[in-house]
């Protein structure tokens, strides 16, 4: 029985080395495991750094290009009001200059009137004749209706039905 029982024992001292030692080897892997994930989270966390101080600089760059885009359109639209002021200056004085050049027209159409109100009706005629028939018709237009008669009297019958078709429009 000793045998029996010394036998026994021997077997589970055996069985608990065995025990022990899968356990000294589990604890070993785990320990060994645990160094390698430490090594990865660090490796981890340097990414995460690096993309944190990435993101910060293309934040800024971001801003900083923002920031001159906004300069950049300032100064478009300061130019376009600039340019928008030039023109409707340039729009102002070209209304003026018409009006002094109608006042010029009508100035130098007044002083041809009453050249041609002053001259015999058969001068006028001849001078009227020869020249382009819109002219022609413009001056008769600046004279009254009784000189612009006796004028067109005296004038070749076809070039006065022609300046009298010119003055009726």
């Given amino acids: 029985m000793r045998l029996l029982y010394f036998f026994i024992f021997a077997h589970t001292l055996l069985f608990g080395l065995q025990t022990s030692d899968k356990i000294f080897e589990c604890t070993e892997i785990f320990k060994e495991r645990?160094?390698?994930l430490l090594v990865e989270l660090e490796r981890i966390?340097?990414?995460k750094q690096s993309l944190e101080a990435l993101k910060t600089a293309t934040e800024e760059l971001l801003k900083q290009k923002e920031a001159k885009l906004t300069a950049k359109e300032e100064k478009v639209?300061?130019?376009l009001?600039?340019?928008?002021?030039?023109e409707q200056a340039v729009k102002k004085m070209l209304e003026e200059n018409k009006k002094i050049l109608e006042e010029l027209?009508?100035?130098?159409?007044?002083?041809?009137?009453?050249?041609?109100a002053k001259m015999k009706a058969g001068s006028a005629a001849n001078i009227l004749s020869d020249m382009n028939?819109?002219?022609?018709?413009?001056?008769?237009q600046s004279?009254?209706?009784?000189?612009?008669?006796k004028i067109l009297s005296k004038m070749d019958p076809q070039k006065a039905s022609e300046l009298?078709?010119?003055?009726?429009k």
Avoid: C, R, W
């Fill in 105 to 116: 027209k009508s100035t130098k159409m007044g002083k041809i009137a009453q050249t041609f």
């Fill in 45 to 47: 966390d340097e990414q």
């Fill in 133 to 140: 028939k819109n002219e022609a018709a413009a001056i008769l």
């Fill in 164 to 168: 009298t078709l010119l003055l009726s």
């Fill in 34 to 36: 645990k160094s390698e």
């Fill in 143 to 149: 004279l009254k209706p009784k000189i612009v008669g």
């Fill in 77 to 79: 639209d300061k130019k």
């Fill in 81 to 86: 009001q600039e340019i928008s002021q030039k």
